[in-house]
């Protein structure tokens, strides 16, 4: 099991001031969670039509921004995809 963090860039390019997302699971410090964090906040997807996102939030809207550890997952499976493939002794 891989725990996900959203990262927060705070808007900035500089990595000095990014910090774990307010609202993310941030574990404790003897736990060392989250194991892996990437960006979560204001990402920009796609809106599905008809959604309930659409209906209440932006119905003539094309594009979402939205925050969350949701929204750093992807990256994170990827990571950790690639981790897996170059250490073999991970898939265990």
């Known amino acids: 099991v891989i725990t996900v963090g959203a990262l927060d860039d ?12 307010e609202k993310s699971s941030q574990g404790t410090f003897t736990t060392g969670k989250p194991d892996l964090v990437a ?3 204001s990402v920009v997807s796609v809106l599905a039509p008809k959604s309930i996102y659409a209906e209440r939030v932006a119905a003539h ?8 550890s949701s929204q750093a997952t ?11 493939s170059a250490e073999t002794r991970l898939d265990r």
């Open 10 to 21: 705070r808007g900035t390019p500089d990595p000095k001031d990014d910090k774990i997302w």
């Open 39 to 41: 960006e979560g906040t």
């Open 61 to 68: 809207a094309e594009y979402l921004a939205i925050s969350g």
């Open 74 to 84: 992807p990256m994170v499976a990827g990571a950790a995809a690639r981790s897996g």
